[in-house]
């Protein structure tokens, strides 16, 4: 069973605006982690932001921001401010408690339109 | 290192040769992973090694692979007798330890295409 959900394959954003990249996944743990990682073409996973399920408040860095809904299962990334070097592959991911293996999405490819 | 370093980072091969893929994790890190990238499937968990020990090969799509890991720093990742379905990208992650908070710094990966 799909355990990380990305539904949109792609998106498009206007360089300086702001978009949104959804993520759901599925878990009977209280308590985990949650990230999401870039892919540039140059292949190297990068990580944007992680987020701990039981901290309330959304992680943020710079640019990046996560709204996240721990009962509706719910992680999406905020980019704002979007720039030409934000186009990539962004992927979420869960790392699952045996061995913390990363369970991932299957990607959401951004555009950025300059 | 300042980050992981895989090698080859391409490698083109015929179909029923072997092949070896290595990875080299940052300095001091003791967990390594390895997953594969390709069309069809996705990302996707191979193996995991906490320094020189793999407790988690569940991943692995068949005999034909297998890595280890030694003097817990360098893993070597092997493909015997390789078939067109191993065309993908081979990924090797590490992180500071073993756990759900830590994340994973990936190199750039192995391309791997079987003829």
């Known amino acids: 069973a799909q355990t990380v959900t990305q539904s949109q394959p792609e998106m498009s954003v206007q360089e300086a605006e702001t978009v949104t990249l959804s993520c759901t996944y599925d878990t009977s743990e209280s308590d985990y982690y949650l990230f999401w990682y870039k892919q540039p073409p140059s292949r190297q996973m990068i990580l944007v932001i992680r987020?701990?399920?039981?901290?309330?408040q959304n992680a943020t860095e710079n640019r990046f921001s996560v709204n996240f809904q721990k009962a509706a299962k719910s992680f999406s990334l905020k980019i704002s401010d979007s720039q030409l070097g934000d186009a990539a592959m962004y992927f979420c991911a869960y790392p699952k408690s045996s061995g913390d293996k990363l369970t991932f999405g299957t990607g959401t490819r951004l555009a950025v339109r300059p | 290192g300042a980050g992981v370093s895989q090698s080859p980072s391409n490698k083109v091969t015929e179909k029923g040769k072997d092949v070896e893929l290595r990875c080299d994790p940052i300095s001091g890190h003791t967990a390594l992973y390895w997953y594969r990238q390709s069309l069809g499937q996705g990302l996707e968990f191979l193996i995991y090694f906490q320094g020189n020990s793999a407790p988690d090969k569940s991943g692995l799509p068949s005999d034909r692979f297998s890595a280890e890991r030694t003097g817990g720093s360098v893993s070597t990742l092997t493909i015997q007798r390789t078939q067109q379905e191993d065309s993908a990208v081979y990924l090797c992650a590490s992180s500071l330890r073993v756990g759900r908070s830590q994340p994973q710094h990936f190199g750039d990966g192995t391309r791997l295409s079987i003829l």
């Open positions: 987020q701990e399920a039981y901290k309330q």
